[in-house]
């Protein structure tokens, strides 16, 4: 499984980001697929995520301001976050997991490489 993160970069808070993530096909075989992000010196939290019969989980914290979707003809999945705020300032990542009580648990392994949002 490959996961390759991209759409990173540097905007003022209030900005807008689309994050993509295409994946290897074999992907989407696990039960699902999300956004989580490690900021410096904080623990890596889930910020949205997918299950793949399309239900999905959204941090409080980026609650109506970030959108997940995927479209799976493109292998891709997107993370749309729009009226950023300085506290969005991470490392973002790609990963798989397993569904279970409403939240994706990512699985050890199953990480792409990360994308980095900076938020002023």
């Known amino acids: 499984v490959q996961l390759v993160e991209s759409g990173g970069g540097s905007v003022q808070a209030g900005g807008s980001l689309r994050l993509a993530c295409a994946a290897s096909?074999?992907?989407?075989?696990?039960?699902?697929i999300g956004w989580f992000r490690q900021a410096p010196g904080r623990e890596r939290e889930g910020v949205a995520t997918i299950a793949n019969d399309g239900t999905v989980d959204y941090a409080d914290s980026v609650m109506g301001r970030f959108t997940i979707s995927k479209d799976n003809a493109k292998n891709t999945l997107y993370l749309q976050m729009n009226d950023l705020k300085p506290e969005d300032e991470a490392m973002y990542y790609c990963?798989?997991?397993?569904w279970g009580g409403g939240k994706c648990y990512p699985a050890a392994g199953y990480w792409g490489q990360g994308t980095q949002v900076t938020v002023s």
């Open positions: 096909a074999d992907a989407y075989r696990v039960n699902c």
């Open positions: 990963a798989l997991g397993d």
